[in-house]
C-alpha cells in the first residue's frame, strides 16, 4: 500500500479576502489543498458572515500567528438599530424591538464610551470557552450562557455614514480579542435602540491589508503560480525589530540557545527577531546582546 503524501513544506502568509458564508477554517482548508501545503493555520478568526481580511500562514509562518493575532485590526461594519438578536448579527433570531432612533449626534457621543480599555461581554455565539466547551455549542443546545466581561483596547471607533434611520456605519480599530457584534449589541443598549451587526468587513489586520494585499479565492484559484502569492514568513513580524545573526551565531540559535546577535534602537527584554543572509532565523527576548530564542525557524 502507496504510504499518503503528507504535502508540501512550503512558508509564507497568504492573504484571502474571504467570502461571506464560509467559516475560517473551511478557508483555510480550501487554500491548504489548492497548495498541497503539509501545514496551515489563520491568524485571527471571522465570523462566516464576516468578509475581508483572513491571513493565512502555512508551514512555519504558523510559527509567526500570535504576532498577527495580538496586532491592531479594524473593521468596517454597518449596525441595524431596532433589534437585538440572539447572535448579535443578521443571521440570529429577533429577542427584542425597541422604536426610538438616536440622533446622529447621540450617535457620535455614545461612542466615546467603546474607545480605549473597555470592558466587553463576548456573544453567547462565540468560540469561547465554558468548562471546556465552546459557548456557541451550548448556545445552539438552548443552554443558558453566562461569560464574563474581558478587556478590550479600542483604538478607534467612528461614525462613517447614517444611510437611513435604521442602519449606521462604523469603523473600529481595536486590539486581540473584539468581538464587532458585541459592540454592536452594546451601543443599542446604551442608545436605548438595540443593535446587531448587518455587515461586517476585516479591512486590515496587523501589516496585511485587504485592499493591497487580499486575494479572492477565485483568483488564488485561477493563478499560475501560486507560489508567487505568498508573502514571506517575517510579514508577520512586522511589529518587531530585525537583529541581525552573525554566523558564528546561527548554529546556537538553530539549537533554541542564546547567542549574539547585531542590532540597535532595542532595550533590554524586547521581543525581536533576527535574520541572516536574509533568512529569518529566530523570535525572541533581547537580553544584553544576546538573543534568547523562543520560536526557531527551519528554513
Same mark, same amino acid.
Given at each position: 500500500? &502507496?504510504?499518503?503524501?503528507?504535502?508540501?513544506?512550503?512558508?509564507?502568509?497568504?492573504?484571502?479576502?474571504?467570502?461571506?458564508?464560509?467559516?475560517?477554517?473551511?478557508?483555510?482548508?480550501?487554500?491548504?489543498? %489548492?497548495?498541497?501545503?503539509?501545514?496551515?493555520?489563520?491568524?485571527?478568526?471571522?465570523?462566516?458572515?464576516?468578509?475581508?481580511?483572513?491571513?493565512?500562514?502555512?508551514?512555519? &509562518?504558523?510559527?509567526?500567528?500570535?504576532?498577527?493575532?495580538?496586532?491592531?485590526?479594524?473593521?468596517?461594519?454597518?449596525?441595524? %438599530?431596532?433589534?437585538?438578536?440572539?447572535?448579535?448579527?443578521?443571521?440570529?433570531?429577533?429577542?427584542?424591538?425597541?422604536?426610538?432612533?438616536?440622533?446622529?449626534?447621540?450617535?457620535?457621543?455614545?461612542?466615546?464610551?467603546?474607545?480605549?480599555?473597555?470592558?466587553?461581554?463576548?456573544?453567547?455565539?462565540?468560540?469561547?470557552?465554558?468548562?471546556?466547551?465552546?459557548?456557541?455549542?451550548?448556545?445552539?443546545?438552548?443552554?443558558?450562557?453566562?461569560?464574563?466581561?474581558?478587556?478590550?483596547?479600542?483604538?478607534?471607533?467612528?461614525?462613517?455614514?447614517?444611510?437611513?434611520?435604521?442602519?449606521?456605519?462604523?469603523?473600529?480599530?481595536?486590539?486581540?480579542?473584539?468581538?464587532?457584534? &458585541?459592540?454592536?449589541?452594546?451601543?443599542?443598549?446604551?442608545?436605548?435602540?438595540?443593535?446587531?451587526?448587518?455587515?461586517?468587513?476585516?479591512?486590515?489586520?496587523?501589516?496585511?491589508?485587504?485592499?493591497?494585499?487580499?486575494?479572492? $479565492?477565485?483568483?488564488?484559484?485561477?493563478?499560475?503560480?501560486?507560489?508567487?502569492?505568498?508573502?514571506?514568513?517575517?510579514?508577520?513580524?512586522?511589529?518587531? &525589530?530585525?537583529?541581525?545573526?552573525?554566523?558564528?551565531? $546561527?548554529?546556537?540559535?538553530?539549537?533554541?540557545?542564546?547567542?549574539?546577535?547585531?542590532?540597535?534602537?532595542?532595550?533590554?527584554?524586547?521581543?525581536?527577531?533576527?535574520?541572516?543572509?536574509?533568512?529569518?532565523?529566530?523570535?525572541?527576548?533581547?537580553?544584553?546582546?544576546?538573543?534568547?530564542?523562543?520560536?526557531?525557524?527551519?528554513?
Amino acid at each position: 500500500m &502507496a504510504r499518503r503524501r503528507r504535502g508540501r513544506d512550503i512558508s509564507g502568509w497568504l492573504v484571502v479576502d474571504k467570502p461571506s458564508g464560509m467559516t475560517s477554517t473551511d478557508v483555510v482548508t480550501r487554500v491548504r489543498r %489548492l497548495f498541497d501545503a503539509k501545514k496551515a493555520g489563520h491568524a485571527g478568526t471571522l465570523d462566516p458572515s464576516a468578509t475581508g481580511v483572513l491571513a493565512v500562514a502555512f508551514g512555519e &509562518a504558523t510559527k509567526t500567528v500570535p504576532y498577527v493575532t495580538d496586532a491592531l485590526k479594524a473593521y468596517r461594519f454597518t449596525v441595524r %438599530l431596532g433589534a437585538e438578536t440572539n447572535t448579535d448579527d443578521a443571521d440570529g433570531q429577533i429577542l427584542r424591538t425597541a422604536d426610538p432612533r438616536p440622533s446622529e449626534d447621540e450617535i457620535k457621543q455614545a461612542l466615546g464610551g467603546f474607545v480605549g480599555e473597555i470592558q466587553q461581554v463576548p456573544p453567547a455565539f462565540s468560540a469561547v470557552k465554558i468548562d471546556g466547551e465552546r459557548a456557541y455549542k451550548k448556545a445552539r443546545a438552548g443552554e443558558e450562557v453566562t461569560l464574563e466581561a474581558r478587556p478590550l483596547w479600542v483604538e478607534e471607533l467612528v461614525l462613517t455614514d447614517r444611510p437611513s434611520p435604521d442602519l449606521v456605519e462604523l469603523e473600529m480599530i481595536c486590539g486581540k480579542g473584539g468581538y464587532v457584534r &458585541a459592540i454592536a449589541r452594546d451601543l443599542g443598549r446604551v442608545l436605548g435602540c438595540l443593535g446587531h451587526v448587518d455587515s461586517l468587513r476585516r479591512i486590515w489586520s496587523g501589516p496585511f491589508d485587504a485592499g493591497e494585499d487580499g486575494l479572492s $479565492l477565485e483568483a488564488i484559484a485561477a493563478a499560475e503560480d501560486r507560489d508567487s502569492l505568498l508573502l514571506p514568513l517575517e510579514t508577520g513580524l512586522a511589529d518587531l &525589530a530585525e537583529l541581525r545573526c552573525p554566523p558564528e551565531s $546561527l548554529g546556537r540559535l538553530r539549537n533554541g540557545n542564546p547567542a549574539p546577535v547585531i542590532g540597535a534602537d532595542v532595550e533590554y527584554g524586547d521581543e525581536v527577531w533576527a535574520s541572516c543572509e536574509g533568512r529569518p532565523v529566530a523570535v525572541g527576548r533581547w537580553k544584553g546582546g544576546e538573543l534568547h530564542p523562543s520560536r526557531v525557524f527551519a528554513l
